[in-house]
């Protein structure tokens, strides 16, 4: 069976809860990253001009999925960023990624809320039944 790499949001109370499914664990980072820009606009109006590098390790792979999303809200806050292209490379406890964007642009980006940070609430990555990964989390907005 061909696993579709995906993203979806998933209600929780007054946050937001971002999920990535892709076929390999990294898809599924990567695709959980497209969900977190989504929260704030719409990914296909964010052009990928500018690449930032991110690295983060963890004890385990859920902290280090939190970690991940913490980093790219943490750019997106200072740099004044949002990303729309995302590149993840898991090794042992450690990630090496790259994120593609632009500078917002209120006008076209509306964003439609901030990110203040990835939460351990509802935290969960794991293989699922049809082999495709998932990776999941609440943001708190």
């Not at 061909?2 to 999920?19: L, N, Y």
């Not at 076929?23 to 980072?29: D, G, K, N, R, V």
């Not at 960023?81 to 490379?89: A, D, G, K, T, Y």
Request: proline share 3%.
């Amino acid at each position: 069976m061909t696993v579709k790499s995906h993203w979806e949001h998933f209600s929780h109370q007054a946050d937001v809860g971002v999920r990535g499914i892709g076929a390999t664990l990294e898809q599924a980072f990567e695709q959980a990253a497209l969900a977190l820009t989504a929260a704030i606009t719409d990914p296909g109006n964010v052009a990928p001009l500018k690449m930032v590098r991110l690295s983060c390790s963890a004890p385990n792979a859920e902290l280090l999925f939190a970690d991940w999303l913490n980093g790219l809200i943490f750019e997106m806050a200072t740099r004044n960023m949002l990303f729309s292209r995302f590149e993840v490379h898991l090794k042992k406890n450690s990630l090496e990624g790259k994120a593609w964007g632009e500078t917002i642009d209120v006008a076209s980006h509306r964003p439609a809320v901030e990110i203040k940070g990835a939460t351990y609430t509802e935290l969960k990555v794991a293989k699922r039944e049809d082999g495709s990964w998932l990776a999941q989390c609440v943001v708190d907005v």
